[in-house]
């Protein structure tokens, strides 16, 4: 059997290597002219670690990566509404990390090369057609001038090719642009110093006007670390034309983003610093799209965000992808027709990340700090007193458990 990759990011180097893994041939043909370390911090959750960690990559992860072992969900005024431990601290087996995504991506990427060898990997190669027939799928492949530049031919094809899927638009040519929830997202990273355990995260704020901060590497000296930083603010109402192209490499503006940033009081981190000091950030309108359907079109299948693009709450969309992976590569290993493989794959994990999708739609486990909000907009003395302590757990470990990383959680 051989499988025909396209794209060439977290979900489809890892679906490389799963396959790799169980001795199944395959090639992977990415638009970009090289594979490079873009876009900022990301967490990378302990179910997807797990999977990363059985193809060999844990210390090379620990070299690059910072193990999460808090969490904190704060009011946008800094009142604390939620704690839990994370990662090996809350029973986990393996780690969860925060990372640059690029550097994650190298890591799978370097990995792929020595396994698989370089000429796996296709680059400056943009998806035009597919055709199928009965003995497999075919697919061709343009450069940026529209020269054509490869043709391969494989059992199977699957589309890891982000939000803007070529592989999904053949399947589905009438379903639209990605849908705008009216949110922006500014993220940046920069070296700071040390706050709170040093390997702790802060979310501040719910779904309409949301911080984020996190350590994703060591920093210039021990008393800094290279720090993560999201801001989350509604600009616009959701179901209309985001004001530019989803993009994760667009400079963003810090006369746009600075009086956002007012809004929030975090005692841990002077946040107007932070970000002051981070030369360049970029921003993202906050897009997702409907669940489909189905993932599959014969011997063509979706994975990672060519499947389910989602709202970035919960720590989940590489994590999902990875999971993709794995679950693909145990249905094409162990079936006999790659048709089979692929329905068996879309029955198990399309039904998951429609939820998510759903989940992260109304906020995620980050809805406790919207329900808190709502009932004390000015703040409280009592969190108790406002909402429970059951009913917050319900919201924060509903969701883990959604997602399928739940585990023995010590949270308050």
């Known amino acids: 059997m051989k499988a025909i990759i396209v794209g060439g990011g977290i979900g489809g180097l890892t679906t490389a290597l799963m396959l790799r893994a169980r001795g199944i041939d395959c090639e992977l043909y990415e638009q970009s002219d090289s594979i490079r370390e873009l876009g900022v911090g990301i967490n990378t959750l302990p179910h997807a670690i797990r999977e990363l960690t059985g193809l060999g990559l844990l210390d090379r ?35 969860q990390f925060s990372i640059h995504r690029g550097r994650l991506q190298s890591v799978i990427h370097r990995a792929v090369v020595e396994r698989l060898g370089a000429d796996a990997i296709h680059t400056g190669c943009r998806l035009g057609a597919f055709t199928q027939d009965e003995g497999g799928v075919t697919a061709h492949f343009f450069d940026r001038t529209g020269a054509h530049v ?3 031919r494989g059992d199977v094809l699957i589309g890891a090719d982000g939000i803007h899927s070529k592989v999904r638009q053949t399947m589905y040519p009438n379903e639209g642009p990605p849908v705008w929830n009216g949110l922006m997202l500014w993220r940046g990273a920069t070296d700071w110093p040390v706050f709170l355990t040093g390997s702790s995260m802060i979310i501040s704020g719910g779904l309409n006007a949301k911080a984020v901060i996190y350590p994703i590497a060591e920093g210039s000296s021990p008393a800094s670390r290279l720090t993560n930083w999201a801001i989350l603010v509604r600009i616009g109402d959701a179901n209309t034309l985001p004001p530019r192209r989803e993009d994760w490499s667009r400079p963003g503006k810090r006369e746009e983003l600075m009086p956002h940033v007012a809004g929030f009081s975090i005692p841990q981190v002077d946040l107007a610093s932070l970000i002051r000091a981070t030369p360049e950030f970029w921003e993202y309108p906050c897009c997702d799209r409907d669940p489909l359907p189905s993932w599959i079109d014969g011997r063509v299948t979706l994975l ?24 693909l590569a145990d249905a094409l290993a162990r079936s006999e027709h790659p048709r089979q493989a692929l329905m068996a794959y879309e029955r198990q994990r399309l039904p998951m990340t429609a939820d998510i999708v759903a989940s992260n739609r109304r906020g995620g486990p980050e809805g406790v700090i919207d329900a808190v909000e709502k009932l004390a907009p000015q703040g409280f003395t009592d969190i108790d007193a406002i909402l429970n302590y059951e009913s917050r757990e319900a919201i924060v470990r509903g969701y883990a458990a959604k997602a399928g990383f739940a585990a023995r959680v010590v949270g308050r």
């Open 304 to 327: 990672g965000d060519a499947a389910h693009p989602m709202y970035p709450v919960g720590s989940n969309g590489a994590s999902q992808a990875i999971l993709d992976a794995r679950c």
């Open 61 to 95: 992860l620990d070299d690059v990566a910072v193990r999460t072992d808090q969490l904190f969900y704060l009011t946008r005024h800094g009142q604390q509404v939620w704690h839990e431990k994370r990662g090996l601290d809350a029973g986990h087996d393996v780690p």
């Open 150 to 152: 490869a043709t391969a």
